[in-house]
């Protein structure tokens, strides 16, 4: 049996260097969503904003102050917040500092619901919380969703209680695909905390057919986005930090009549912020052995520009504002029938390194 | 992924009535002999084994699955037998028996890090933060704990996209093992928003080595605990929902010295507030496929009590409340040279069916 596990890197958190909320910012306000209307405290980071009121629900304000203080996030003012003075302030920033960016966030996927490209993909039933306060149902997901994502197959593993050190994780890696790591938004929302994606995750997770090797990539290798603030801890210290520059789509094309396919993203694995050698290293670290056909995937491969957005929840802003695909037809979330197909190229000196696609349709949920 | 045993020999004694491994239980498990040492499917009887492969020799499994298909117990792991399917499972059952009075079968590993008891467990390193608002630092673990469990082999799956219904789920199980999650709860603490547990779980899962059937447990069902507010939704709505009555206990030795055994919990399999067919249907209610070998555990398994609490995180309150050993020093998390061993019985009039033990010894974290 094989395992696989993807590894969200810190694109979770993407922050634009021209953004005004950059990491070393984390400016605090009240906000609202359309699924959860309620308003509540919150830090920016980029275009995003982290949920204060869910870092408290989830226990993870443990410091001295704030352990027994943490309810001052369930309001819609900060004044509760701002009253417990300094030591308070200084301890949430460094709660959320801690949230944000030491480590490649992981969490350990189905080994049984990877399928190859061209495999349909039925759309899941889920536990959903249809507006906020409400009980859960229990319905078809109404916000599938893709990530555009790669994954990378071990080759030669390690033994139980060891680990791959960051410097030698590169000649563990057999070879790459593409990888589409299908995801449920509403199940996502509801599900996550504590224990992570589960449902809203292990329905299917789609990958190219071939695996392209480290031998036909190497040409390709480009230096990785710089790590200094922080420093990674020494553990995760990679001499000669390199990803490969591998253009990156992502079309849909919805079902019958004859429109073609839409660009809905463009990426490239050049902006993988932890790279797959330093994940490789974060996963054995504390002496998990990985085995030969363990595949590790990217996390969504986000970058900047106007279609940079590895997946519709980032796209669309959290189903806010719709993509317009080219028969006219908006999306907000995938439809029934709609086909994702993912592509991705290195271009050589008049040749090609490419991945073929990964391709899936999305059919109907069964019927209940 | 194969366990091993070592085995008595097969000669024919009858068994004490302390043994786990009664006429009622059967448990299947993969065992050796210097004899011959080639792994290979075993019953276990008192302190003996069944050898299956040398019945299945002599023609001996002459029912309408087995004839055609006794191949499964020449392997050196039981999923071949597993994937059979409950009709194979009752023969194989009923075979034993009728030969000697005997039963089935072995155990599996999940995932690359589940281990057998007797296996040592190394103490993992990890990211943790050693004070509020202090950047994390890459350590050994020194909160290291026990999780009391039960572990549940899928017999047979399902296929992608479908689900398994809770009234059915019962029928796709092969059966139990003790299962101890260890758990690192720093590296946890710091780690396990938004994907969840990773580093803090992934170094090492210990289960006992006998799969005890739902055959040989069945005469100990009890009604599971009353779900009535809120009212599971209907997906996971079973008809008499119901535990094994496995009564559990967790010690714990100090390395060297004369220390005995101290008990630090007692438990019970019928506290298990949502059954494992609810548990088989909620992972599937997706879609997502089981596979015959897959293992679910139950979570800790903490009851009332003084003792009840089923890890030392509950035991300790957090650390705050150290408990006390036989030889006077104090635990709030394990010590490297700690054995722990949890134990797993059910009674029955003059006889027992149970788990055998489920042992491991903490070593120290491997050098930097």
């Given at each position: 049996?094989?395992?696989w596990m993807a590894a969200a890197?810190?694109?979770?958190?993407?922050?634009?260097?021209?953004?005004?909320?950059?990491?070393?910012?984390?400016?605090?306000?009240?906000?609202?969503?359309?699924?959860?209307?309620?308003?509540?405290?919150?830090?920016?980071?980029?275009?995003?904003?982290?949920?204060?009121?869910?870092?408290?629900?989830?226990?993870?304000?443990?410091?001295?102050?704030?352990?027994?203080?943490?309810?001052?996030?369930?309001?819609?003012?900060?004044?509760?917040?701002?009253?417990?003075?300094?030591?308070?302030?200084?301890?949430?920033?460094?709660?959320?500092?801690?949230?944000?960016?030491?480590?490649?966030?992981g969490?350990?996927g189905?080994?049984?619901?990877v399928?190859?490209?061209?495999?349909?993909?039925?759309?899941?039933?889920?536990?959903?919380?249809?507006?906020?306060?409400?009980?859960?149902?229990?319905?078809?997901?109404?916000?599938?969703?893709?990530e555009?994502e790669m994954g990378c197959?071990?080759?030669?593993?390690?033994?139980?209680?060891?680990?791959?050190?960051?410097?030698?994780?590169?000649?563990?890696?057999?070879?790459?695909v593409?990888a589409n790591d299908?995801?449920?938004?509403?199940?996502?929302?509801?599900?996550?905390?504590?224990?992570?994606?589960?449902?809203?995750?292990?329905?299917?997770t789609?990958i190219?057919?071939?695996?392209?090797?480290?031998?036909?990539?190497?040409?390709?290798?480009?230096?990785?986005?710089?790590?200094?603030?922080?420093?990674?801890?020494?553990?995760?210290?990679?001499?000669?930090?390199?990803?490969?520059?591998?253009?990156?789509?992502?079309?849909?094309?919805?079902?019958?009549?004859?429109?073609?396919?839409?660009?809905?993203?463009?990426?490239?694995?050049?902006?993988?912020?932890?790279?797959m050698?330093?994940m490789?290293?974060?996963?054995?670290?504390?002496?998990?052995?990985?085995?030969?056909?363990?595949m590790l995937a990217t996390g969504t491969l986000?970058?900047?520009?106007?279609?940079?957005?590895?997946?519709?929840?980032?796209?669309?802003?959290?189903?806010?504002?719709?993509?317009?695909?080219?028969?006219?037809?908006?999306?907000?979330?995938?439809?029934?029938?709609?086909?994702?197909?993912?592509?991705?190229?290195?271009?050589?000196?008049?040749?090609?390194?490419?991945?073929?696609?990964?391709?899936?349709?999305?059919?109907?949920?069964?019927?209940?």
């Amino acid at each position: 049996m094989s395992g696989w596990m993807a590894a969200a890197s810190s694109s979770w958190v993407a922050v634009d260097p021209s953004s005004h909320f950059s990491l070393h910012n984390l400016p605090y306000g009240i906000f609202s969503t359309a699924a959860n209307p309620t308003p509540r405290p919150g830090v920016a980071i980029g275009d995003n904003v982290l949920d204060l009121s869910a870092v408290a629900q989830a226990g993870l304000f443990s410091g001295p102050v704030l352990s027994s203080s943490s309810q001052c996030f369930q309001q819609p003012t900060l004044n509760s917040f701002m009253s417990l003075g300094r030591p308070a302030w200084l301890e949430a920033r460094h709660t959320v500092q801690r949230l944000l960016l030491h480590l490649p966030v992981g969490y350990h996927g189905r080994a049984s619901s990877v399928v190859v490209s061209g495999t349909d993909v039925r759309r899941p039933w889920g536990q959903v919380q249809q507006a906020a306060g409400q009980a859960p149902a229990f319905l078809p997901s109404s916000q599938l969703d893709f990530e555009l994502e790669m994954g990378c197959f071990i080759g030669t593993g390690n033994e139980l209680g060891s680990a791959i050190p960051a410097a030698q994780a590169a000649h563990h890696i057999f070879g790459w695909v593409l990888a589409n790591d299908w995801s449920a938004r509403d199940i996502q929302r509801w599900e996550y905390v504590p224990l992570g994606p589960f449902n809203s995750k292990n329905f299917g997770t789609s990958i190219s057919p071939w695996v392209v090797t480290p031998q036909a990539l190497e040409p390709f290798a480009r230096p990785a986005p710089p790590q200094h603030d922080p420093a990674p801890l020494p553990y995760l210290q990679q001499p000669q930090r390199s990803n490969y520059d591998v253009a990156l789509e992502v079309a849909v094309q919805p079902a019958g009549g004859c429109a073609g396919e839409t660009v809905v993203a463009r990426s490239n694995l050049r902006t993988l912020y932890w790279t797959m050698p330093q994940m490789i290293a974060h996963h054995t670290a504390g002496g998990c052995n990985l085995r030969p056909g363990d595949m590790l995937a990217t996390g969504t491969l986000s970058c900047e520009g106007p279609l940079g957005a590895g997946c519709l929840l980032e796209a669309t802003w959290n189903g806010s504002r719709p993509v317009e695909l080219s028969d006219g037809s908006k999306r907000t979330y995938l439809e029934d029938g709609d086909t994702v197909v993912m592509r991705g190229c290195c271009q050589g000196d008049g040749y090609r390194v490419g991945f073929g696609e990964c391709r899936g349709t999305v059919l109907p949920a069964r019927p209940l």
